[in-house]
């Protein structure tokens, strides 16, 4: 026995009418739980739609270059009754915490009942809307500033230098419609202050929102130590122990050491890019991310692989 699943968009945060961009499945084909059925494509990332279980696809209701949102339709599945009774066994399962999380004993410093683990884009926005919600909330965060690595050393600074690029080929475009400027002078120090004084005006907005939403920051490394306490240990050594009913890890992301590379200042991470002294005429960039992305979109005869 077969019965039909609609397949709708998951929740996929607050963003709205987010774009296809690729349809990964055809009418007909075999999908397997959790293949990817369509890619989205939002401002600051791309994401893959996945089977919520396995089965065959029956119909597509969109097409690449569709807008959805959480809660459109998007496909039609032939799902066997076997395959949705196991899928919703295999749900239930809760894990188990390990036999040092069971002995832990030391007291907590700290309780909340929603404990965020970093301050990014995803965290913040947790932090915020359980604060919203009536719930006391902690969030951990080891960096000085909120903001985690989109608002501090990746899209929004890169965003920065890349509108400040965009100004110096607007001029020159102009040169064929008879307005001609003379070659841009780039005073690096400059430049990097004024990118800076765009990231310090946004994490400080994060800052003065969590504290009006009486969101306890606390700063340092966080580790898990039970199923219910995270240490989180500062720059300076000390630490403490946060006890928590429910938390949401937002740990984020950081650049990728790649084995073999040489130690040379030519070979920087993400980054050190955004902190150079001299600009290069030349530069290849290795990853596709947003980040990557942004950098090879600031012109000049950039590279990538």
């Known amino acids: 026995?077969?019965?039909?699943?609609?397949?709708?968009?998951?929740?996929?945060?607050?963003?709205?009418?987010?774009?296809?961009?690729?349809?990964?499945?055809?009418?007909?084909?075999?999908?397997?739980?959790?293949?990817?059925?369509?890619?989205?494509?939002?401002?600051?990332?791309?994401?893959?739609?996945?089977?919520?279980?396995?089965?065959t696809i029956k119909k597509l209701l969109v097409s690449a270059g569709d807008k959805v949102s959480e809660g459109d339709e998007i496909a039609v599945m032939e799902v066997s009754d076997d395959v949705q009774t196991s899928d919703v066994a295999t749900e239930a399962k809760v894990p188990v915490a390990t036999p040092e999380a069971q002995r832990f004993t030391e007291d907590a410093d700290l309780s909340a009942q929603v404990l965020v683990?970093?301050?990014?884009?995803?965290?913040?926005?947790?932090?915020?809307?359980?604060?919203?919600?009536?719930?006391n909330v902690i969030l951990v965060e080891r960096d000085?500033?909120?903001?985690?690595?989109?608002?501090?050393?990746?899209?929004?600074?890169?965003?920065?230098?890349?509108?400040a690029a965009k100004v110096i080929d607007d001029a020159e475009a102009m040169r064929e419609h008879g307005v001609v400027f003379s070659s841009p002078e780039i005073h690096t120090?400059?430049?990097?202050?004024?990118?800076?004084?765009?990231?310090?005006?946004?994490?400080g907005g994060l800052a003065s929102m969590a504290k009006q939403r009486k969101v306890t920051v606390v700063?340092?490394?966080?580790?898990?130590?039970?199923?219910?306490?995270?240490?989180?240990?500062?720059?300076?050594?000390?630490?403490?122990?946060?006890?928590?009913?429910?938390?949401?890890?937002?740990?984020?992301?950081e650049p990728v050491v790649i084995p073999g590379?040489?130690?040379?200042?030519?070979?920087?991470?993400?980054t050190s890019a955004l902190e150079l002294d001299e600009l290069p005429e030349r530069m290849l960039v290795i990853g596709g991310g947003i980040i990557g992305c942004h950098s090879r979109g600031s012109g000049g005869n950039l590279a990538d692989l």
Not at 18 to 37: H, K, N, Y
Not at 227 to 233: F, G, L, R
Request: with cysteine; hydrophobic share 40%; net charge negative.
């Open 1 to 55: 026995m077969s019965t039909e699943l609609t397949v709708t968009v998951p929740d996929i945060g607050d963003f709205e009418q987010v774009e296809i961009i690729e349809l990964l499945v055809e009418t007909g084909a075999s999908v397997g739980m959790d293949d990817p059925l369509i890619t989205l494509e939002s401002d600051k990332a791309a994401m893959d739609i996945p089977a919520p279980a396995a089965g």
């Open 117 to 135: 683990l970093g301050s990014g884009p995803g965290g913040y926005t947790a932090a915020f809307r359980a604060a919203d919600l009536g719930l």
């Open 144 to 163: 000085p500033n909120l903001g985690g690595v989109c608002l501090n050393v990746g899209c929004i600074p890169s965003k920065a230098l890349l509108h």
């Open 189 to 203: 120090d400059k430049l990097r202050e004024w990118k800076d004084s765009v990231v310090g005006r946004l994490t």
């Open 219 to 253: 700063r340092g490394y966080g580790e898990f130590v039970s199923a219910n306490h995270v240490k989180v240990t500062a720059d300076d050594n000390t630490s403490q122990v946060v006890a928590f009913e429910h938390c949401i890890v937002a740990a984020g992301s």
């Open 261 to 270: 590379f040489p130690v040379d200042p030519r070979v920087m991470d993400s």
